[in-house]
């Protein structure tokens, strides 16, 4: 089965702390990777693109080693309205396989 | 429109009932998806629909559920004979086109068998 595996935290983190999100994707023939942010009871919006070469989006770093199958996000100088549920997304032929989503809660 | 529009909102069945639900996808994208979410769980695809291809039934849990897109539009998602594990936000996004992974969702339909 391709599955996108993260674990669901909750990570609890203060204001201003570095905190780190990994995943792992099953189907090798994956081609393109995302991160997508839901907050509680909303919709799922794009948060950033990952690229092997790794990139970067103000606070956000997104890094993706197809070798191990593995990505990342690393949130810089968290702030409190970066809580919420990050959702680690791998490509299918035709549509996006979604993880079940790691939970953030920054607290002042 | 601006957005995906998915009505109703909240939807509240009895068991065995069938509902309809529907999306209005974003003026001018060819792909729309369906997906669900179930509490605590991760986005379910259901079912991808590509101009006028024929659609990727794929996800479809079982044949109480199908979909159509009419006019290469709006898209109504009905589900026979509801169960109460069919109680889920159901989520409809669309994209530009094929393979373009800047999805856009609605804010989805919650709901509820009892």
Redesign the interface.
């Given at each position: 089965r391709k599955e996108?595996e993260q674990d669901p935290g909750p990570f609890n983190v203060p204001e201003g702390a570095t905190v780190a999100f990994n995943c792992t994707y099953s189907n090798s023939a994956s081609q393109?990777f995302?991160w997508y942010r839901q907050d509680c009871r909303?919709?799922?919006?794009?948060l950033m693109s990952v690229y092997s070469s790794g990139n970067e989006d103000g606070r956000f770093t997104a890094q993706l080693n197809r070798a191990s199958q593995y990505i990342s996000l690393l949130i810089r100088d968290s702030k409190l309205s970066d809580s919420a549920t990050y959702?680690c997304?791998a490509?299918g032929y035709?549509?996006?396989?979604?993880?079940?989503?790691t939970m953030l809660l920054v607290s002042p | 429109g601006a957005g995906v529009s998915q009505s109703p909102s909240n939807k509240v069945t009895e068991k065995g009932k069938d509902v309809e639900l529907r999306c209005d996808p974003i003026s001018g994208h060819t792909a729309l998806y369906w997906y669900r979410q179930s509490l605590g769980q991760g986005l379910e695809f259901l079912i991808y629909f590509q101009g006028n291809s024929a659609p990727d039934k794929s996800g479809l849990p079982s044949d109480r559920f199908s979909a159509e897109r009419t006019g290469g539009s709006v898209s109504t998602l009905t589900i026979q004979r509801t169960q109460q594990e069919d109680s889920a936000v159901y989520l409809c996004a669309s994209s530009l086109e094929w393979q373009d992974y800047g999805y856009t969702f609605g804010s989805g339909t919650r709901l509820t068998v009892v």
């Amino acid at each position: 089965r391709k599955e996108v595996e993260q674990d669901p935290g909750p990570f609890n983190v203060p204001e201003g702390a570095t905190v780190a999100f990994n995943c792992t994707y099953s189907n090798s023939a994956s081609q393109s990777f995302f991160w997508y942010r839901q907050d509680c009871r909303k919709e799922p919006k794009l948060l950033m693109s990952v690229y092997s070469s790794g990139n970067e989006d103000g606070r956000f770093t997104a890094q993706l080693n197809r070798a191990s199958q593995y990505i990342s996000l690393l949130i810089r100088d968290s702030k409190l309205s970066d809580s919420a549920t990050y959702l680690c997304v791998a490509s299918g032929y035709s549509t996006l396989t979604f993880g079940k989503g790691t939970m953030l809660l920054v607290s002042p | 429109g601006a957005g995906v529009s998915q009505s109703p909102s909240n939807k509240v069945t009895e068991k065995g009932k069938d509902v309809e639900l529907r999306c209005d996808p974003i003026s001018g994208h060819t792909a729309l998806y369906w997906y669900r979410q179930s509490l605590g769980q991760g986005l379910e695809f259901l079912i991808y629909f590509q101009g006028n291809s024929a659609p990727d039934k794929s996800g479809l849990p079982s044949d109480r559920f199908s979909a159509e897109r009419t006019g290469g539009s709006v898209s109504t998602l009905t589900i026979q004979r509801t169960q109460q594990e069919d109680s889920a936000v159901y989520l409809c996004a669309s994209s530009l086109e094929w393979q373009d992974y800047g999805y856009t969702f609605g804010s989805g339909t919650r709901l509820t068998v009892v």
